[in-house]
């Protein structure tokens, strides 16, 4: 089973493949049988929970701080 940072790579990258479809082949908001479909919203949406992998990503990122003391 692949790690978790692997995963969320994973989820990351397939994300960005739908917004760059998105992007690239707009499409207008529509309604069926009393269900619309906004694809401004799903952007968002998308948006939304690429910002949140993102943060995951990073939170799991080893990270250094450097410090200098004085007298």
Known sequence: MPSDAAQLATIKTQILAILV????????SYMIDGQS???????????EQLDG?????????????????YT
């Open 53 to 69: 992998i993102n943060r995951q990503i990073a939170a799991e990122t080893p990270f250094e701080i450097s410090s200098r003391g």
């Open 37 to 47: 479909l906004q694809w401004a919203a799903y952007q968002r949406l998308l948006l």
């Open 21 to 28: 479809d998105i992007t690239e082949n707009p499409k207008p």
